[in-house]
């Protein structure tokens, strides 16, 4: 299962299990589940002010200790491999090698081939049209031109080719990492901001005096989200992580490929 979530599918293998197992049924497959309390307390009505309020915790429930370990160690031994798969899948790298020779001729040009052998992705240069606030940029500083020619100019630039929006597409696949993305965010109705700039519209037509600035302020002036401490020391150390799990893959892979 290399190049999957193998989290998610051991996650679902397990809840198969259990259904199978103990044929037990989730709530939503049972007759108003939630509604029922649990266990056989019986709570008395009383006045607000009367109330204790305790938090309740999981450790605090009387429990058969011996069940809930039994259980946990079917959990944790669970697999749905048989022993002779799990022998198979052990060393991973040999499993990696095997998939390599078997696909490296058949396509040569996939990711995971050219990831084996270490070659190095040159990203196509991809040309896409100016975003609107480089073009009104531009056409401020043309001073031949008169306003109403630079507004029939700018309104000509809005309409864009079926080449130029695969272009826009492609190239702005990493979103908010990319800085194309930004630019050509600017000026659009993207998805963020239609429902605001659909009810400040709504607004503008009931009274046409309305101040049509925070309008334009928000088509123009999409904010980028600002990084928290945590949000970027999380994603400094989930690059540096992926890089070095990727560089012992290799290694190994390398290392086994000159032994075989």
């Known amino acids: 299962m290399l190049g999957y979530c193998n989290y998610i599918a051991g996650v679902l293998f397990r809840i198969e299990n259990c259904v199978r197992r103990w044929g037990i049924k989730t709530c939503t497959d049972q007759l108003s589940k939630w509604n029922i309390p649990k266990g056989q307390t019986r709570v008395k009505t009383c006045k607000v002010k009367d109330l204790i309020w305790k938090k309740g915790h999981y450790t605090n429930l009387l429990l058969n200790s011996e069940e809930e370990s039994m259980k946990t160690k079917l959990k944790q031994s669970f697999t749905p491999l048989s022993k002779g798969q799990e022998e198979y899948v052990k060393d991973e790298c040999a499993m990696k090698y095997k998939i390599y020779e078997a696909l490296k001729d058949v396509a040569p040009d996939s990711c995971f081939i050219g990831n084996c052998e270490r070659r190095r992705y040159n990203k196509p240069v991809i040309k896409t049209p100016l975003d609107y606030i480089s073009v009104a940029s531009n056409l401020n500083k043309d001073s031949n031109l ?39 965010r600017k000026g659009r109705l993207t998805a963020s901001v239609f429902h605001p700039v659909s009810t400040r519209v709504d ?58």
């Open 146 to 184: 008169d306003l109403r020619s630079k507004i029939s100019s700018f309104k000509n630039t809005l309409k864009i080719t079926k080449e130029e929006r695969e272009n826009i597409k492609c190239a702005t696949v990493d979103q908010s990492d990319s800085d194309i993305w930004h630019r050509q």
């Open 203 to 260: 607004s503008i037509r009931k009274d046409p005096l309305t101040d049509p600035s925070k309008l334009v302020t928000t088509v123009l002036d999409q904010k980028q989200t600002s990084l928290t401490r945590a949000m970027k020391m999380t994603t400094t150390t989930t690059k540096k992580m992926t890089t070095t799990k990727k560089m012992r893959h290799h290694v190994r892979f390398l290392q086994d490929k000159q032994k075989n």
